[in-house]
């Protein structure tokens, strides 16, 4: 059983930066696809950014509305991923989870974190 426990999210005005962490415990994050999702309030969940299980190459990606701004990174040693996010807007504005994937044979194991609350206001 994977936990994941996200961190870091606060207020800040537009243009601004934060750093979201979510750290793993129960299972070495680095076989996992890790992805950052966000939801608005009265939105839908929107993918964010994601991070490749190392055997898969541990390629990011991100979502048009945050490349360049957003950047995603991993440390196996504390067993945590980051997500940095500058020139924040206040579209930014949303709940943002931690997600964690992995496949075993034919088999789906799917891991949420409790969400970290970023809102950009001035």
């Known amino acids: 059983q994977v936990q994941l426990v996200e961190s870091g999210g606060g207020l800040v005005q537009p243009g601004g930066s934060l750093r979201l962490s979510c750290a793993a415990s129960g299972d070495t994050f680095s076989l996992y696809t890790i992805k950052w999702h966000r939801q608005a309030p009265g939105k839908e969940r929107e993918l964010v950014a994601a991070?490749?299980?190392?055997?898969?190459?541990?390629?990011?990606n991100y979502a048009d509305s945050v490349k360049g701004r957003f950047t995603m990174s991993g440390d196996d040693v504390k067993n945590a991923v980051y997500l940095q996010l500058n020139s924040l807007k206040p579209e930014d504005t949303a709940v943002y989870y931690c997600?964690?994937?992995?496949?075993?044979?034919?088999?789906?194991?799917?891991?949420w974190g409790q969400g970290t609350q970023v809102t950009v206001s001035s």
């Open positions: 991070i490749a299980s190392a055997g898969a190459g541990g390629i990011t």
């Open positions: 997600n964690a994937i992995t496949w075993i044979g034919n088999r789906k194991y799917e891991y």
